[in-house]
């Protein structure tokens, strides 16, 4: 299944408010894989002098992605499928 990267800027965002979205990102993949329509969500990176995130789903398309995302209520500049290159 492809591996897509959800790019995040999220300027003034404390630790707390990072740590609440990624639940949220995981909670929301979990209800739609338990819904029929897998969604994994793989892990996060964070660039705190830039408050730059970068998220990474597994998922059919980057419309599943969007959609998770969007019902989780955090926000994004753009999804695009990725190569995950974790040894």
């Not at 995981?26 to 994994?40: C, K, Y």
């Not at 989780?72 to 290159?85: F, G, K, M, N, W």
């Given at each position: 299944m ?15 408010q ?24 793989i892990?996060?990176?964070?660039v ?13 398309s ?26």
């Open positions: 492809p591996v897509y990267m959800v790019d995040r800027d999220l300027p003034g965002i404390t630790l707390e990072l740590g609440a979205a990624q639940q949220a990102a995981i909670a929301t993949s979990q209800s739609f894989t338990e819904a029929g329509t897998p969604v994994r969500y892990r996060s990176a964070f705190p002098g830039e408050a730059h995130c970068m998220c990474f789903f597994e998922a059919a980057p419309d599943l992605v969007k959609g998770v995302n969007d019902e989780a209520q955090i926000p994004y500049t753009r999804v695009v499928e990725a190569l995950d290159l974790t040894p």
